[in-house]
């Protein structure tokens, strides 16, 4: 399986190509969700502030293409540090805000093992990788979302292959936490470009243990 290539503006982001940045590529938010807390008693967790549901990151939906067959391996990844408390340790349940193909959203939950026999949490060997990749696809009768494609998941060798340099222009997509959306997930956009390469280690995961 390719391995996953994860850097915040790489994978939820591409290059724009050339000296003017161009919009993203259609439907590409719909590859994103937010992740909001759960409480004591499993349930969403309450903004004393807001009296809301908190919020604590994004999540974007991969859909990798099964290379010996049909079908393919469906993850959720997110960032390391969004799963756990103040602690350093893993939240027991989180909730995945998706948005339905009826117009709202929905709040699924997601009870995080990372351990164990039935482990769901999958980390780099190097633990200051900020990643976290869970095994996950929404049911897309019920859902509206789409998954990263392949053409924007790079191993290392295609990554430094790729035309990306300091200069060129980048996205990313994403939560804005003061207002995620009443009714439905309302991702941001942001724009950049890219201030520096290194010929060091990629940031990547292939390293982690296959799943799917």
């Known amino acids: 399986m390719k391995s996953l290539l994860f850097a915040a503006i790489m ?5 724009c190509g050339a000296a003017q940045a ?19 008693n499993g349930n969403p967790r309450i903004n004393p502030d807001t009296a809301g549901p908190m919020p604590n990151g994004t999540g974007f939906f991969v859909l990798v293409t099964n290379e010996n067959g049909p079908g393919g391996y469906g993850y959720l990844v997110t960032a390391k540090h969004v799963l756990k408390n103040e602690k350093g ?8 805000r998706i948005n339905s193909k009826s117009g709202d959203a929905q709040f699924v939950p997601l009870d995080l093992r990372a351990t164990g026999e039935k482990k769901n949490v999958y980390l780099h060997d190097d633990a200051s ?26 191993d290392n060798d295609e990554f430094k292959k790729t035309t990306i340099v300091e200069g060129s222009d980048v996205f990313f997509v994403g939560l804005f936490a003061p207002h995620f959306g009443d009714k439905k997930n309302t991702p941001i956009f ?8 290194t ?8 390293g982690a243990r296959e799943i799917g």
């Open 89 to 96: 340790e893993f939240y027991k349940r989180i909730y995945v």
């Open 129 to 154: 990788v900020d990643i976290a990749v869970i095994p996950a696809w929404p049911p897309e009768t019920v859902f509206d979302v789409l998954g990263v494609p392949n053409s924007m998941i790079k």
């Open 199 to 206: 010929d060091g280690r990629q940031i990547s995961l292939a």
């Open 11 to 15: 994978l939820v982001s591409i290059s």
């Open 190 to 197: 942001r724009f950049g470009r890219v201030a520096m390469m």
């Open 22 to 40: 161009t919009p993203p590529p259609p439907n590409i938010a719909k590859t994103v969700s937010f992740i909001f807390l759960a409480d004591d």
